[in-house]
C-alpha cells in the first residue's frame, strides 16, 4: 500500500465524470416530460409537483456544473489509483450522484421533503426500489422516468463494480467469482477495467433493449417499457404504478420473470453464452443453484396456492415463481401480496431475501455463491473432525478455495447478520414493530424493496421516521457495496498514515 | 480413528452405568412424595395423577434393571474408548436417559401422554426448561423433585462434556476454551476424565449447597429450596411455582441472580478462584466479555424501564439484572412478562438468546467465547484487506487462536443459524405464527425455555402440535450436546467402516 496522502485530485476528477454522465442521462427523461406533461414546458417552474421539466433542466444544469468543476480543477491528475482511493471513490459515487440525483424530485415540489427525494434517490440508484410514494401515478412521468433511470445508471455502476473493481479490492471473495468461471481462458473477461465494463455493458444494453422489445409486444408503451426493463435488469423494482406489476397481463409477468431472471445470473455467463459456449454455463455451480433454488422455492410455493386457489395452477405458478424470483435477485417488483399467504409461505419469501442474486449480477443480497461456499465448508467439517489429520479443502466447479477467501466470505456473512440485528434494532428503537423492523432491515440491506409487516407488498417506506430513512439509506448503501466498501472507510486504522 | 467395528460393549456398559446412577438419582424424590403426598404410600397405584410414590419407585427398578442388564452382559468390554464410540455414547446417554427419565411422569397419570412426558424429560435433562405443563403447583412434589433432579443431573452431565469430552472430540473450538484459561500451569485441570469430572462436580455441589441455604434464609423450604438451587446452577429453569420466581421476595431474586451468573461462568474459573487465583479470572477475556454484555444490556434495560415504572429504580434493576440473566445463561427462570416490555426491551432480551453462557459452564446456546472469536475476526478482515500480504490472526487471551479453531466456530455458527432458520420454517409449517414460531426454535436450541410469542414467558409448549414437541425435543439435544455431536451422527461417513 502507498503511504502517501489520499489521491484527492484523481477522486475528484473521476467523481467528476460521473456527474457529468449523470447530468447527461437526466436529460433523457425530458423528452417524456414534454410528451406527457399538461404544462407548457417555456414556462419556467419550480416547486410545482405537476411541472417536471425545468426542475430536471436546472438539476442536470447543476450536476454538469458540479461535475465540470471537478473536472477541470483535477485534470492533470495522476493515473494512478490506490487500493484506498479505489475505497473511497466507490462509496462517494453512490453518495453524491444521490444527494444530486434526489435534485428534480426535491426541486419539482413532486416530493417535499429533501429526505424523503434522498431515500427514493439512493434506494433507485442502490437498486433496491425501496419507495416513499405512496401514488407513483400521480408523479409526473419525467420524474418517473428518471426515477427508473436511477435504476438502469446503478445497475450499471454495480456491474463494473462487481466484476471488474471489487474482485481488485479483495472484496468478499469477490475475486473468486471471475475466476471460477469456467472455460479455458483465464482472463477471458480481460483485465482492463474499462474493456471490461465495455463488453458487460454491451450485454446489459443489449437485455435492456430486448425486454422493452418484448413487454412493447404485449402492449406497454414505450415509456412503461423503458421503465420496467430499466426496473428489471437492474434488479431495482421501481415501477410506473400503484399495483406494480399486477397492473398488466400474464404475458408481461412472464416476460419480466425471464429478465428477473437472467438480471440475476453472473454478467460473465452471459458473455460466454453469447460466445456459444452454453455448455460452459451450466458447469458453473453457483448458476445451477440459482437454478436450483428459483425451481425447489417455486414449486414448494405453487403447489400450496394450487389448493388455496382451487386448482387454479396457471396462476399459482405465476404468482409463485413471479414472487420468488423477485425476491431471490432482489428485485422486488410485485404481483400478489405474499404477506396474505399462509405463513409458511412468506416465510420461505423471508428466507429467500437472505439468498440474493448470483456475484456478478445486478442483485444484491448475500448471494449463491457465498452461501455455497459456507454450506459446503460446514459440512466439511463434519468430515474434518472425523479426520482432524487431514486437509480438505471446499470446492468449488472442482477446484479448491483458499483458507482466505473462505474467511472473507465468513466474515462477510457475520457482519451482513451484525448489521441485520442492529437495523432491526435501530428500527425498534424509533418505533417499528417486530415484523416491521426486520422487514425494513432485511428488504434495504438486500436491496429488495419490498419487505415484510408495514413495508410488505402494499406498504411503502413513507411512515418511517425521519431518521429511520437516513438509517435505511445507509444499510441500502452497505449493502449494495458488499459492506466491506464501506466499512473500511468507518475503521480508524484505514486513515492511519 | 480406529476402522474396527464401534464398541458396542463400552456403549452398553457406560449406558448401563449411567441408567443405574439415574435409578438412584429418581429414589431420591421419594422422602418429599411420601412428605407431601396425600396418599397412603403403602397402597400400590399407578395412573393416578395425585400418587407419585410408585410410579418413581417402579421407573427406578425398570431404570436400573435395564442398566444392570447393560452393565452385566458388558461387563468385559475393553476400556478404548474411541471418538466414535464418543459421538454414539454422548448423544444416546442424553435420549436413552430421558426415554427412561419420562416414566414417572407418564406412569403416575399426572402427564398422561407419553409424548409430553419425553419432552418435560429431555427439556429436563438439556437444561433447557421448556414446560408443557399449564400449572406447575398441581404436579405432585415427587415429581417435581424428579423434574429439578433432571436438570441438576443434566448441568452435571454437561460440564463433563463440555470440559472434558467434547476437547478431545474437537467439537466446536471446545479445545480452546480449556487450554486458554491463563495461568502457570498447562494441564491445570488434569487431563484425565475422572479426575476433572471428580473436581468440577465439587464445586458444582457446593455451589448448590450454598444457594440452597441461601434460599431457605429467605424463607423457602427444603424442597423450593433444593429444586431452585438445581434448577439455577445447571441453568435449567424448572420452577415449583406456576409465577416462576415472580412467586418470591426481591432477595430471592437477587439470590438467584447471583448464581445463576455463577452458574453461566466457566467451571475453571471457579476452580481458580478456589485456589485463590481470582486475579486470573478477570485476566480471561470470555469473562470479562460475560460480565460486560450482562452490564450493558441490564443498564439498557433498566434505565428504559425506570421510565416506565415511574422512577422505582430497584424494581426496574431488578427485573432488568434478573431477565438479563436468566436469558444470557439460558436459563430462563421468570420474574416479568417481557413480551409486555416496549418493543425495543423484549427485541434485546431476543437478541440474548443467541449469546448463551460461557463455554464450560452449563449454559446453552452459541456462548460468548464464540461470538468474541468471530466477532474479532471479522474487524480483522478489515485489517487484512488492507494490508493482504500481512497474516493477522485473531488472539485470545493474548494467545493467537489456531485457524482451525476459527473455522470450526465459524462452521458452528452457520449451521447454528440454519438450524435455526429450518426450525422456524418446520415450526411454521405446523401452524405457529411468526413470532412464536422464532421464539419456539430460539428458545430450545438455545437451551433457553421460555421464547417470544405463545412460548413466551407467560406461556408454555402445551399448545405445540404434536409433531413439533417432538422436533423442539430434538432442537434441545442438537443445541446442548454443541449441534456437531449429533450432526455427525447422521452423515453417512461416519457409518462407513
Redesign the interface.
Known amino acids: 500500500?502507498r503511504r502517501s496522502k489520499f489521491n484527492i485530485q484523481i477522486i475528484a476528477k473521476i467523481l467528476g465524470v460521473l456527474l457529468i454522465i449523470e447530468a447527461a442521462f437526466m436529460l433523457t427523461a425530458l423528452p417524456f416530460s414534454a410528451y406527457y406533461g399538461t404544462n407548457n414546458i417555456f414556462e419556467f417552474k419550480l416547486f410545482s409537483s405537476n411541472n417536471d421539466f425545468w426542475p430536471l433542466v436546472i438539476s442536470s444544469v447543476i450536476a454538469a456544473a458540479i461535475g465540470a468543476y471537478l473536472f477541470f480543477t483535477a485534470r492533470n491528475a495522476s493515473k494512478v489509483i490506490s487500493?484506498?482511493d479505489g475505497y473511497i471513490i466507490v462509496s462517494l459515487v453512490w453518495v453524491i450522484t444521490s444527494i444530486v440525483g434526489a435534485l428534480p424530485f426535491f426541486l419539482s415540489g413532486a416530493i417535499p421533503n429533501y429526505s424523503d427525494a434522498f431515500f427514493e434517490t439512493i434506494s433507485g440508484f442502490t437498486t433496491t426500489g425501496a419507495t416513499i410514494l405512496t401514488d407513483v401515478e400521480a408523479m409526473p412521468k419525467g420524474l418517473l422516468f428518471w426515477r427508473s433511470t436511477t435504476h438502469w445508471i446503478g445497475g450499471m455502476g454495480i456491474i463494473v463494480l462487481s466484476l471488474a473493481i471489487l474482485p481488485f479490492?479483495?472484496?468478499g471473495g469477490m475475486q473468486l467469482f471471475i475466476a471460477e468461471v469456467p472455460g479455458p481462458t483465464p482472463d477471458k473477461l480481460h483485465p482492463r477495467i474499462t474493456q471490461t465494463a465495455k463488453r458487460l455493458w454491451g450485454i446489459y444494453v443489449l437485455l435492456t433493449a430486448a425486454e422493452t422489445i418484448l413487454l412493447m409486444f404485449g402492449g406497454m408503451n414505450l415509456f412503461d417499457g423503458l421503465c420496467h426493463a430499466f426496473g428489471t435488469m437492474a434488479t431495482g423494482g421501481f415501477s410506473t404504478r400503484n399495483a406494480s406489476i399486477a397492473a398488466f397481463s400474464p404475458y408481461i409477468q412472464y416476460i419480466i420473470t425471464l429478465f428477473m431472471i437472467l438480471a440475476g445470473t453472473n454478467f460473465t455467463l452471459h458473455y460466454i453464452s453469447l460466445h456459444g459456449r452454453i455448455k460452459d454455463v451450466w458447469k458453473n455451480e453457483e448458476y445451477r443453484y440459482y437454478i436450483y433454488s428459483i425451481a425447489v422455492a417455486t414449486i414448494l410455493i405453487a403447489s400450496t396456492l394450487t389448493l388455496i386457489h382451487h386448482g387454479d395452477i396457471e396462476k399459482s405458478f405465476r404468482d409463485s415463481i413471479f414472487t420468488v424470483v423477485s425476491i431471490i435477485t432482489t428485485t422486488g417488483f410485485i404481483t400478489v401480496d405474499y404477506l396474505i399467504w399462509p405463513?409458511?409461505l412468506w416465510?420461505?419469501i423471508f428466507?429467500l431475501m437472505f439468498v440474493g442474486g448470483s456475484a456478478g449480477s445486478t442483485g444484491g443480497g448475500i448471494k449463491i455463491v457465498r452461501q455455497l461456499l459456507?454450506?459446503k465448508?460446514?459440512?466439511l467439517?463434519?468430515?474434518?473432525?472425523?479426520?482432524?489429520q487431514a486437509i480438505i479443502p471446499v470446492r468449488m466447479n472442482n477446484r479448491p478455495v483458499s483458507?482466505?477467501i473462505?474467511?472473507?466470505v465468513?466474515?462477510?456473512?457475520?457482519?451482513y447478520?451484525?448489521i441485520f440485528?442492529i437495523g432491526?434494532?435501530v428500527m425498534?428503537?424509533i418505533?417499528?414493530?417486530?415484523?416491521s423492523?426486520i422487514g425494513a432491515t432485511a428488504a434495504t440491506l438486500g436491496n429488495i424493496g419490498p419487505g415484510i409487516g408495514l413495508v410488505g407488498p402494499v406498504g411503502n417506506y413513507s411512515e418511517i421516521p425521519l431518521f429511520g430513512k437516513w438509517f435505511l439509506s445507509f444499510l441500502m448503501l452497505l449493502g449494495r457495496l458488499e459492506l466491506?466498501t464501506v466499512?473500511?472507510l468507518l475503521?480508524p486504522?484505514?486513515w492511519k498514515r
Open positions: 500500500m487500493k484506498r479490492l479483495g472484496i405463513n409458511v416465510f420461505i428466507l459456507l454450506f465448508n460446514s459440512l467439517e463434519l468430515k474434518r473432525l472425523m479426520h482432524p483458507q482466505d473462505i474467511f472473507n465468513l466474515a462477510f456473512f457475520l457482519i447478520m451484525i440485528a432491526t434494532f425498534s428503537i418505533g417499528l414493530d417486530f415484523e423492523a466491506f466499512l473500511i475503521s486504522a484505514f
